[in-house]
């Protein structure tokens, strides 16, 4: 078991490795990569301080030749004898007009070069260990900047062979037109002029600087690079990996106990998650959730613990120290620039939340009114109760679509092309996808302010008669008598046309009615009376206004009455009819009116009556057919 644990960790120990040299890789093709864009930062670079060199040579031109007058003026000077007076205040006068055209031309000169300092790039002069000692930003004689950095770190780097090398042993000295810095009969840098007006010093102080940077830089090297000082950080770099292994090996151990114990809790402590009568998981589900959970958790801290070691283990050696920082830059570096970003949109971000915490409190007051006008408290000329939510949808809407474009400009990245195009798409997106659905709500809004019918009202559109349960901006949901949910689309309501029995009702009362075809045998006022006396009996019918009787045809068999009657709950038509129809056949049963419609045909004689038997007399029989015969004798 011991020895099985043993492997198990001595092969992460061994992927930690093989992690560390992917690492490794990974930063090495970084730095390539960062080669390349320095080459092309390097033409960019070519062409920015190309107008600045030649400017640069014409002054340089100027001050070879001012200098070579210069030198032969005081040699005149010091040719003259004691009593030559005039001319030697006259060659004085040329050597201060001399010395006046320097100090213009290196102020000209430094001007040229403070207006590059924020454009032109540097080139940098690297160590031993691949760290940046000072930076070129100048050429010089057929030497670009990037050519004298490169060379001039070869020549630091050459320095590490010499075995019995000092740094007493660099010496300064003074060129024609630099200072050099020496070692033997090797030139090791050459102070120029134009490198001290870069580095905003002389070039005496330059060079002595120099000096000081690359002796320091020379004895870190040989203390880092001693026997001593690479065993102890061998040693470190072990002790670093067998703590890892430790916490790796604890870690993994914890990870495995906790799984355990998630495992043994199952139908215990972990039952499952309910919401009301809602399972979201059982038992069993939460316990595969929690596991990969902790598996995940695990990983997470097993990757975090190489990363830092990583960085670590590269910071001890002086010739990996770069890769720490890039590293640890993977990270620090996107943290910081969102950190950063937040930081700079911060106003924005508040601005935005002003803006909502304004509109919120105008929606919350058109909310008020729109409860007022709904309740009745407060009464708008013309404007109707149930006008108050949709209008209220309308204006809400168009408070958000306000309050979103003045937001827009306050969004991160509403400037860019890429956000503006997405938006131009959704746009067009809902444009050309939502064309059934537009025509459908301005069809919605038109039936609102219509007025055509409102909930609870009993209607007829097109062929479906039901009564109104739902008035939304894209459909009208009707349930019919037989208890149908009917949805009708608002654009075929408008296009459609509709009746509405409920509207009138309360205040002046529906008309129903109903035809009933009686034969010509039966007197029309009795009739007229038979059908007013039915409809009184009939419940829901009002008395006031009185139920009356209209002659509608006057047909080849019969005549078409029609029963008219005022009612005040046209949602229960149904059922008033059908008591309507039945009080009809009870009054016109119990008067010996035969209904006799649409068509009956009878012999009368020998032929029962169509009445019901508990309407006709005890004494009722059939009457026997009558036959009779005529004898007609005519001679």
Not at 15 to 39: C, E, G, M, P, R
Not at 425 to 442: D, M, Q, R
Request: some cysteine; glycine content about 4%.
């Amino acid at each position: 078991m011991f020895r099985s644990k043993k492997k198990i960790a001595l092969s992460i120990t061994v992927k930690t490795l093989i992690l560390s040299f992917f690492v490794v890789l990974f930063a090495q093709k970084t730095v390539a990569q960062q080669d390349s864009i320095n080459k092309k930062n390097d033409s960019l670079n070519t062409s920015i301080i190309k107008n600045f060199n030649e400017k640069l040579a014409i002054i340089e031109g100027q001050r070879v030749s001012d200098s070579i007058k210069k030198s032969e003026l005081e040699t005149q000077l010091l040719s003259l004898k004691t009593t030559d007076n005039l001319k030697k205040e006259a060659l004085q006068k040329e050597l201060e007009v001399l010395n006046t055209k320097e100090y213009k031309r290196l102020a000209e000169k430094k001007a040229q070069i403070d207006s590059l300092r924020l454009t032109a790039k540097g080139y940098p002069v690297t160590g031993f260990f691949n760290d940046t000692l000072f930076t070129i930003y100048s050429k010089l004689g057929s030497f670009s900047a990037k050519d004298r950095a490169d060379a001039i770190s070869v020549r630091i780097k050459n320095l590490s062979d010499q075995f019995r090398f000092k740094g007493d042993s660099i010496k300064i000295v003074d060129a024609e037109t630099t200072i050099d810095l020496v070692y033997k009969e090797g030139i090791i840098i050459s102070v120029s002029e134009n490198d001290a007006i870069w580095n905003n010093s002389t070039k005496l102080e330059l060079a002595k600087k120099y000096q000081d940077i690359i002796k320091k830089a020379l004895a870190l090297y040989k203390s880092e690079t001693s026997v001593s000082t690479l065993a102890k950080e061998i040693g470190l770099a072990l002790l670093v990996l067998v703590i890892m292994f430790f916490l790796i090996s604890n870690l993994r151990r914890f990870f495995r106990w906790t799984a355990q114990k998630i495992e043994h809790e199952e139908n215990k402590r972990i039952q499952g998650i309910k919401i009301r009568n809602f399972t979201l998981f059982d038992a069993k589900q939460q316990v595969n959730a929690l596991l990969n959970v902790n598996t995940t958790l695990k990983w997470v801290l097993i990757l975090l613990l190489v990363y830092i070691a990583l960085p670590i283990l590269f910071g001890i050696f002086p010739w990996t120290k770069d890769f720490a920082a890039t590293l640890f830059g993977y990270i620090l570096n996107p943290l910081k620039k969102i950190a950063l970003g937040f930081w700079n949109y911060l106003p924005n971000l508040i601005t935005i939340l002003v803006i909502i915490f304004v509109f919120r409190y105008v929606l919350k007051g058109i909310h008020f009114l729109k409860n007022e006008i709904e309740k009745g408290n407060l009464e708008l000329p013309g404007f109707y109760a149930d006008w108050a939510n949709p209008t209220y949808q309308i204006v809400r809407v168009i408070v958000f679509a306000f309050m979103v474009v003045v937001i827009f400009p306050y969004l991160p990245g509403s400037d860019s092309p890429v956000f503006q195009g997405v938006s131009v798409f959704l746009g067009f997106l809902f444009t050309f996808g939502s064309a059934g659905s537009l025509s459908n709500i301005i069809a919605g809004l038109i039936l609102t302010y219509m007025r055509l019918f409102k909930i609870g009202d009993r209607v007829k559109i097109g062929e479906v008669v039901g009564d109104i349960i739902e008035k939304s901006l894209l459909v009208t949901r009707i349930r019919t008598i037989k208890n149908e949910i009917i949805s009708i689309p608002n654009s075929t309501v408008m296009s459609s046309h509709t009746i509405n029995y409920s509207s009138d009702a309360p205040e002046k009362g529906l008309i129903i009615h109903s035809t009933v075809t009686i034969g010509y045998d039966v007197l029309w006022k009795e009739m007229h009376q038979a059908l007013i006396d039915a409809a009184s009996k009939t419940e829901f019918v009002l008395q006031e206004p009185k139920p009356f009787v209209l002659q509608t045809s006057l047909d080849d068999f019969y005549v078409s009455y029609e029963i008219n009657a005022y009612i005040k709950e046209p949602n229960k038509q149904a059922v008033i009819y059908s008591n309507l129809h039945q009080n009809i056949q009870d009054v016109c049963n119990e008067r010996n009116i035969e209904i006799m419609s649409p068509h009956y045909r009878a012999a009368r004689d020998g032929n029962k009556t169509t009445i019901p038997e508990n309407y006709l007399d005890k004494n009722y029989k059939t009457p026997p057919f009558n036959v009779n015969f005529k004898n007609d004798n005519t001679i």
